[in-house]
């Protein structure tokens, strides 16, 4: 009888369960079911808008980042700028907003919390809490420990650095000329994170010129990341690669903590340092915060502190490498599809840094201010984020919150919804940007009189508000130093065409025979064959194929 009461007590626990989770299920989608009359049709109460949203993804190209279907589809909402997308039983369901003020509301006037899921999605790559997805005071106190490496200041400071790196991809160019295409992405991926890895630990790695065991770590953990992609997602090693490399990782940069940690008592002792790294005024900062600790007494640094610090050196390794490669080949991309642009900043670099482009790099080195000087060059740069931006953000909702539409009305954000912000279709927003398809770096040098000057809060390829990127002024300082040393000596153009015909001529039969029944891929997204790509980040797809030649002197 015993195991009858027994059979009959676990059979009446699963019943509570699974009735509980049916019920919580059925209240959770008739919520969403609700809300979803407010958006897009076609909701499926199994697949919500999934299959919705597959429309799209097969309007482009198949390695084009998801974030270019949403920038289509987001087209049918020009009226509210905003529209609700149920992804269950994938994801949350999230606002699409790509209208400014709604965008405001959200990251500044609410300051709303980043989403679960993205930490769920950084954990990978940062091994622990990070800046990107913590909130609140965790996010705060962190934020305030490192803010002081990526001041305005400090990245001066490390702008001889970032020098002497791009002096070596300048060369690497010139070794290029003639000799065939390559990748730029592969190219501008080492030369950035070779200074990321300098600014934020003090490290020489010398990565433009053999590989680093920190970086291919890093790049073994993106290479089966993904954000959304179930394909990577649903891979079954890649939990096992990324968490043997983060463990290599972790022991190389908490080596490297331990280091700077002896640095900072020898300079509490009465010895020198110079060293500025982020890591090690981060230290500063965070003895300063705890000055009743005598950290001469300690022989090894806090552990705890340690464990965070870590996760946030390998977010700023991730975001500091990805954003400033790709970003680096869509300005020479740009640049070489716009001759009169690209003339313009050879003349700024004239007048700034005198006729011979050899004395440039001394003269930044000596006097970093210059960079300063070059508002055509930001003006460039600044254009080419609008028009190739990096990924967005998602917030989670509160309870009592509501956002408002472009119409006016008010849309509920409680704690059951979030909002993805879709840089892509914001910074294409036509209402707030004029002849928005164009490439015009003159928006940012006209004065707020002038139509094209930018609607407050439109632009944000950094973010804004207080959870801006933190790193954003190291990004500047990089995209503006290689377009300054490398631009009046070479030119720069993609190798598309050549490269399509060589994957041509090397196609197997199968996909051959595959290709004439069914037809050939989608090769360009909106008549742009450097597409961004989701490989980690946004990427040029197939890592932009270029040629490079030296500039004859007229």
């Given at each position: 009888?015993?195991?009858?009461?027994?059979?009959?007590?676990i059979?009446?626990?699963?019943?509570?369960?699974?009735?509980?989770?049916?019920?919580?299920?059925?209240?959770?989608?008739?919520?969403?079911?609700?809300?979803?009359?407010?958006?897009i049709?076609?909701w499926?109460?199994?697949?919500?808008?999934?299959?919705?949203?597959?429309?799209?993804?097969?309007?482009?190209?198949?390695?084009?980042?998801?974030?270019?279907?949403?920038?289509?589809?987001?087209?049918?909402?020009?009226?509210?700028?905003?529209?609700?997308?149920?992804?269950?039983?994938?994801y949350?369901?999230l606002?699409?907003?790509?209208?400014?003020?709604?965008i405001?509301?959200?990251?500044?006037?609410?300051?709303?919390p980043?989403?679960e899921?993205a930490?769920?999605?950084?954990?990978?790559?940062?091994?622990?809490?990070?800046?990107?997805?913590m909130?609140?005071?965790?996010?705060?106190?962190?934020?305030?420990?490192?803010?002081?490496?990526?001041?305005?200041?400090?990245?001066?400071d490390?702008?001889?650095?970032?020098?002497?790196?791009?002096?070596?991809?300048?060369?690497?160019?010139?070794?290029?000329?003639?000799?065939?295409?390559?990748?730029?992405?592969?190219?501008?991926?080492?030369?950035?994170?070779?200074?990321?890895?300098?600014?934020?630990?003090?490290?020489?790695?010398?990565?433009?010129?053999?590989?680093?065991?920190?970086?291919?770590?890093?790049?073994?953990?993106?290479?089966?990341?993904s954000?959304?992609?179930?394909?990577?997602?649903?891979?079954?090693?890649?939990?096992?690669?990324?968490?043997?490399?983060?463990?290599?990782?972790?022991?190389?940069?908490?080596?490297?903590?331990?280091?700077?940690?002896?640095?900072?008592?020898?300079?509490g002792?009465?010895?020198?340092?110079?060293?500025?790294?982020?890591?090690?005024?981060?230290?500063?900062?965070?003895?300063?915060?705890?000055?009743?600790?005598?950290?001469?007494?300690?022989?090894?640094?806090?552990?705890?502190?340690?464990?965070?610090?870590?996760?946030q050196?390998?977010?700023?390794?991730?975001?500091?490498?990805?954003?400033?490669?790709?970003?680096?080949?869509?300005?020479?991309?740009?640049?070489?599809?716009?001759?009169?642009?690209?003339?313009?900043?050879?003349?700024?670099?004239?007048?700034?840094?005198?006729?011979?482009?050899?004395?440039?790099?001394?003269?930044?080195?000596?006097?970093?201010?210059?960079?300063?000087?070059?508002?055509?060059?930001?003006?460039?740069?600044?254009?080419?984020?609008?028009?190739?931006a990096?990924?967005?953000?998602?917030?989670?909702?509160?309870?009592?919150?509501?956002?408002?539409?472009?119409q006016?009305?008010?849309?509920?954000?409680?704690?059951?919804?979030?909002?993805?912000?879709?840089?892509?279709?914001?910074?294409?927003?036509?209402?707030?940007?004029?002849?928005?398809?164009?490439?015009?770096?003159?928006r940012?040098?006209?004065?707020?009189?002038?139509?094209?000057?930018?609607?407050?809060?439109?632009?944000?390829?950094?973010?804004?508000?207080?959870?801006?990127?933190?790193?954003?002024?190291?990004?500047?300082?990089?995209?503006?130093?290689?377009?300054?040393?490398?631009?009046?000596?070479?030119?720069?153009?993609?190798?598309y065409?050549?490269?399509?015909?060589?994957?041509?001529?090397?196609?197997?039969?199968?996909?051959?025979?595959r290709?004439?029944?069914?037809?050939?891929?989608?090769?360009?997204?909106?008549?742009?064959?450097?597409?961004?790509?989701?490989?980690?980040?946004?990427?040029p797809?197939?890592?932009?194929?270029?040629?490079?030649?030296?500039?004859?002197?007229?």
């Amino acid at each position: 009888m015993a195991w009858l009461t027994l059979a009959s007590t676990i059979g009446a626990v699963l019943a509570t369960t699974v009735g509980y989770i049916v019920q919580a299920t059925f209240r959770h989608r008739r919520k969403i079911n609700k809300l979803r009359k407010q958006g897009i049709a076609r909701w499926s109460w199994i697949f919500g808008h999934l299959l919705v949203l597959q429309k799209y993804v097969d309007g482009i190209p198949p390695y084009a980042a998801v974030a270019f279907a949403m920038r289509d589809l987001s087209k049918e909402f020009t009226d509210t700028e905003l529209f609700l997308m149920d992804f269950w039983p994938v994801y949350p369901a999230l606002y699409m907003c790509f209208g400014p003020e709604a965008i405001h509301e959200i990251c500044v006037k609410y300051n709303l919390p980043k989403t679960e899921q993205a930490s769920k999605s950084m954990h990978p790559v940062a091994g622990g809490p990070d800046l990107l997805s913590m909130n609140g005071s965790q996010w705060k106190y962190w934020r305030s420990l490192f803010s002081p490496g990526f001041s305005s200041g400090a990245m001066l400071d490390n702008v001889p650095h970032i020098v002497d790196s791009v002096l070596v991809f300048r060369q690497k160019l010139f070794d290029m000329v003639g000799k065939g295409f390559f990748s730029l992405d592969e190219m501008t991926t080492r030369l950035t994170m070779e200074i990321i890895l300098k600014v934020s630990l003090d490290h020489d790695s010398n990565y433009q010129r053999s590989d680093h065991v920190l970086a291919t770590a890093l790049r073994r953990i993106i290479a089966v990341h993904s954000f959304w992609n179930p394909f990577i997602l649903m891979n079954p090693l890649r939990p096992i690669i990324q968490k043997y490399n983060g463990r290599i990782m972790d022991k190389y940069i908490r080596a490297e903590l331990d280091e700077r940690f002896q640095e900072a008592k020898l300079e509490g002792t009465g010895g020198s340092t110079s060293n500025k790294s982020v890591i090690a005024l981060a230290l500063k900062a965070y003895f300063k915060e705890n000055e009743n600790v005598d950290i001469q007494k300690q022989d090894r640094i806090d552990p705890v502190f340690a464990r965070h610090a870590t996760s946030q050196i390998r977010v700023f390794l991730f975001a500091g490498n990805d954003t400033t490669a790709s970003m680096m080949v869509y300005v020479y991309h740009r640049l070489s599809k716009h001759p009169k642009w690209l003339a313009k900043l050879r003349q700024e670099h004239d007048e700034v840094f005198g006729s011979a482009p050899a004395d440039a790099a001394d003269l930044i080195k000596e006097s970093p201010s210059l960079l300063n000087k070059c508002p055509l060059t930001l003006a460039v740069i600044k254009e080419t984020m609008r028009l190739h931006a990096p990924a967005g953000t998602m917030r989670w909702g509160a309870p009592g919150t509501f956002i408002t539409d472009l119409q006016g009305n008010l849309q509920p954000m409680d704690d059951s919804v979030g909002a993805n912000i879709l840089h892509q279709a914001l910074h294409l927003n036509p209402r707030v940007w004029p002849r928005a398809e164009e490439f015009l770096p003159e928006r940012f040098l006209v004065g707020p009189e002038d139509p094209l000057y930018p609607v407050d809060a439109a632009y944000r390829p950094f973010e804004a508000g207080p959870r801006n990127c933190i790193g954003q002024t190291l990004v500047w300082n990089e995209l503006k130093v290689a377009a300054i040393l490398t631009c009046r000596e070479l030119q720069i153009r993609d190798a598309y065409a050549d490269f399509d015909a060589k994957r041509e001529r090397e196609m197997g039969w199968f996909a051959r025979v595959r290709r004439r029944l069914f037809g050939g891929p989608i090769r360009t997204l909106h008549g742009d064959r450097a597409y961004q790509s989701d490989s980690g980040g946004l990427h040029p797809v197939d890592g932009y194929p270029c040629y490079v030649s030296r500039v004859v002197a007229s």
